[in-house]
């Protein structure tokens, strides 16, 4: 009965490599968000998606994409990582809008690019 | 550019005293919200902090917010180990999230 899943948990890869991270809510929100945690704890974040309509962090470089098959999924693309990519990677879901309602966080992806 | 900051970043405190977290933004916003992330754990939301004068609480914690300051306070009273956690306020921004830094709070026996 998790809310906010996302697989895998833990990913360690090299440098050049594209990989992808999951996340499914069981919620029944409108709007889901991939958030980057920094070794410092800072959360930055990268996408917002409501009903299609994708809000892009304008600091994202692009080699990172998302993904919506439906509303109860955003998976994350990453595209030739690089060691700056290490992080903690969150997904989250809200009801309604963007900004609307407080965020239902998942586990978090563990990212390590060797 | 909408700033939030935190004050103060580290907190380390006895147990059973009491302490205030502050958060403050830059630039117009009626809502604010309180998270809560134990070490290598998730966010779980703590307040959601609708309006001008909005006060809640839950335990030993309580959330107020001040709009018109641009101020957000995160009262906690009689502090035990458990509360012991890095605490962040975010703002709403158009369609997207601003967090603070967070508070690291460590409580002592």
């Known amino acids: 009965d998790t809310a906010v899943s996302q697989t895998p948990k833990y990913l360690v890869t090299q440098m050049g490599n594209d990989k992808s991270i999951k996340c499914e809510q069981n919620?029944?929100?409108?709007?889901m968000y991939w958030y980057k945690q920094d070794s410092k704890k800072f959360l930055k974040i990268m996408f917002s998606?409501?009903?299609?309509?994708?809000?892009i962090n304008e600091t994202v470089p692009n080699r990172f994409s998302p993904k919506s098959p439906d509303k109860a999924h955003l998976n994350l693309h990453i595209n030739s990582l690089e060691l700056g990519d290490s992080a903690v990677y969150f997904c989250a879901s809200s009801r309604g809008l963007a900004g609307a309602a407080a965020q239902y966080f998942g586990p978090g992806t563990r990212l390590l690019v060797l | 550019e909408l700033k939030v900051e935190q004050n103060p970043l580290f907190l380390s405190m006895q147990e059973g005293k009491n302490y205030t977290i502050y958060c403050n933004y830059s630039?117009?916003?009626?809502?604010l919200y309180w998270y809560r992330q134990d070490p290598g754990k998730s966010l779980e939301s703590l307040f959601v902090?609708?309006?001008?004068?909005a006060v809640k609480q839950e335990g030993r914690l309580m959330a107020s917010l001040d709009t018109k300051a641009r101020l957000s306070t995160l009262h906690i009273t009689a502090a035990v180990h458990d509360l012991s956690a890095t605490y962040f306020c975010?703002?709403?921004?158009?369609?997207?999230?601003?967090f603070g830094p967070g508070t690291r709070l460590s409580v002592l026996p």
């Open positions: 630039t117009t916003s009626d809502r």
């Open positions: 998606y409501n009903n299609k309509e994708l809000i």
């Open positions: 919620l029944g929100h409108d709007t």
């Open positions: 975010a703002v709403p921004l158009g369609q997207n999230f601003v």
């Open positions: 902090l609708l309006s001008n004068g």
